[in-house]
């Protein structure tokens, strides 16, 4: 059980380098490890999802080397890689698991996988049917974890997505890179793109038309290792832009944030309920970033509805959080693939926050959030429900409180962001210890 640091009083002040995006680091190591050549890669997430990717890739028989936060990968190329002698322990990464199902269905191959109880609640038929459509034989169990692969030859798909995943569409692709013809894909909305940005910066042939949803993936690419520097995770970032806008007198800096345009929702939210974010030193290396300056600021009432949902996806526990404490009655719909992620999010908000006394009524499909009603603390112990990212924005909560307040399953954190604690720590000089 982890004590919370309480309302600070003079605000959250200081610069951070935010670890490296998790998305972009797990694909780094799968792009690596079928490309010809060396990737190097810098800034890599060393977070427990991503060392799941890293050590099922050696698994695979791929030689990997981690020396902090630079990764070398000698890639064995598409048809390089090697039957695992036992199960790959996916851990609680879903990122990791559905990927790998598209990349090993296309190998000549069989591989089991297994997974944390989270995880194996989680749907896999997302996954496994739409690759059936190529000729796949993903067998799971009652839709979940664990997993066969039995690889095959695959042949081309032309598939209408069911569900917005960019999770399910990158499996996908990387099945469709093994396929005897060209692929297309159309999505149900446009989802983050890594997939496509960085396989085509390793060789690939990927083709996103002006609507944004229609995908073409041309087979066979010559794949080559690249050097990258990962960007700081927007979805990690997230917290301190939220903690800055809500506690009074605030002003921090983020360095080197990811700002691809697929992820970057919760900066559009944020402006529109009036918070305060400034852009400087814009680079591009593969991905865009740029430092973040945030500033506290009162905030407006936001409606968020179906279409902004995938930009914003994981920060949406800390837009409800924003909804909160602010001025008025906020609306979030479209979210029911909230249900399905670490926890049921939309289930654990609202059990968390009511914990907190604020005024959350759960929708199907998201929340409505009363921002002008008071808080007023009913049970001063929170959980984390074993998901890394309800922990943190339970974390962050408690900075509006000035009761002492304690977290459970803290460790979960550690999936996404081991330096949260440290880092919230540097941001509030001034905190004793949090143990
Ligand atoms: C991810 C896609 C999203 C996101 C997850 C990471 C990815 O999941 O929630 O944290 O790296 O492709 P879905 O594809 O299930 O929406």
């Known amino acids: 059980m982890k004590k919370l640091q309480i309302k600070p009083e ?26 010809q050549g060396t990737t190097v890669l810098h800034h890599f997430l060393t977070a427990e999802d991503c060392l799941s990717t890293l050590q099922a890739f050696r698994s695979l028989g791929v030689p990997i080397e981690r020396n902090g936060e630079t990764v070398t990968i000698q890639g064995v190329g598409l048809n390089g890689l090697e039957k695992p002698t036992e199960a790959l322990n996916m851990g609680n990464s879903g990122t990791t698991t559905r990927l790998i199902m598209g990349l090993l269905a296309g190998q000549q191959f069989t591989t089991q996988l297994t997974g944390d109880a989270s995880l194996s609640k989680r749907p896999m038929r997302r996954v496994s049917d739409p690759l059936a459509s190529m000729g796949a034989k993903v067998q799971v169990t009652d839709g979940h974890l664990p997993a066969t692969i039995i690889g095959q030859h695959l042949h081309a798909t032309d598939y209408h997505l069911k569900v917005a995943s960019a ?21 149900k909305l ?16 990927i083709e996103t038309a002006i609507d944004d949803v229609t995908i073409t993936i041309h087979p066979r690419p010559e794949l080559h290792g690249i050097e990258m520097t990962v960007p700081g995770d927007m ?20 360095l080197n944030v990811g700002m691809n345009e697929t992820r970057t929702g919760l900066l559009s939210i944020l402006k529109r309920m009036g918070g305060n974010v400034k852009l400087s030193n814009q680079h591009i290396d ?9 500033t506290s600021a009162e905030l407006k009432a936001v409606e968020v509805g179906a279409d902004e949902i995938p930009d914003v996806i994981d920060e949406l526990p800390l837009v409800a959080l924003l909804a909160a404490k ?44 009363d921002g002008t009603k008071p808080w007023q603390v009913k049970d001063p112990h929170l959980s984390s429900h074993g998901d890394h990212r309800i922990g943190m924005v339970m974390a962050i909560a408690a900075l509006l409180i000035s009761q002492p307040l304690t977290l459970d399953g803290a460790d979960s954190i550690n999936i996404s962001y081991p330096e949260f604690f440290d880092d919230l720590n540097r941001m509030v000089p001034q905190a004793k210890e949090v143990d």
């Open 167 to 187: 999770q399910v569409k990158s499996a996908l692709i990387l099945a469709a890179i093994q396929a005897d013809k060209s692929s297309i894909l159309v999505e």
């Open 190 to 205: 446009p989802t983050r793109n890594h997939t496509e940005i960085m396989l085509n910066a390793f060789g690939a042939d």
């Open 326 to 369: 602010a001025n008025g009655i906020s609306k979030i719909t479209g979210a029911g693939e909230l249900r399905v992620k670490e926890t049921d999010r939309i289930a654990a908000i609202v059990t968390e926050f009511s914990k907190l006394g604020i005024a959350i009524t759960e929708l199907p499909d998201g929340f409505i959030i």
């Open 235 to 254: 979805s990690s970032a997230a917290f301190f832009l939220a903690a800055a806008s809500l506690v009074p007198d605030s002003q921090v800096k983020l």
């Open 10 to 35: 003079t605000g959250l002040h200081g610069t951070l380098s935010i670890p490296g995006d998790k998305s972009i680091s797990h694909r780094g190591i799968m792009f690596g490890a079928i490309s």
């Open 286 to 294: 593969c991905e865009p970033t740029a430092d973040l300056t945030v």
